[in-house]
């Protein structure tokens, strides 16, 4: 249902190179780059992350309780995305480990410009 999700930055080519190393092993490129923006995923026909700097020209800023979730493929690649992103200069905001129960194991980071990022498998 989505088709993409926006974070302002304050460093494009800097926050290109972050999430397109951070996904690389799901294929991920720049699809579209439009100079202020760009969107990076495996295709433009898949759910991608944006990132741009903002319209208005004001500092962008991390919401919030806003967070961007990005699911993994198991418990296993919880840890290996989490450890990629503090490999590439994310800070941490929660090591992996189950959240709810037996129902969602999670990672959280922020990234380059503080937006928190989370990494999770269900079951």
Do not use: W
């Not at 494009?12 to 190179?17: I, Q, V």
């Not at 026909?45 to 741009?52: A, D, K, R, T, Y």
């Not at 290996?80 to 590439?88: P, R």
């Amino acid at each position: 249902m989505i088709g993409y999700t926006t974070l302002g930055v304050n460093d494009l080519e800097r926050a290109k190179t972050f999430y397109t190393e951070l996904f690389a092993d799901k294929g991920a490129k720049v699809q579209v780059d439009v100079g202020r923006l760009a969107m990076i995923g495996a295709s433009i026909s898949e759910p991608m992350i944006s990132v741009c700097v903002p319209h208005n020209g004001d500092a962008p800023s991390p919401g919030n309780g806003t967070m961007v979730a990005f699911k993994a493929d198991s418990k296993e690649h919880v840890g290996q995305m989490y450890n990629k992103a503090i490999e590439l200069g994310a800070t941490d905001e929660g090591e992996p480990g189950q959240r709810i129960e037996d129902t969602f194991y999670g990672a959280y980071v922020r990234d380059l410009d503080g937006n928190k990022i989370c990494f999770f498998v269900f079951g």
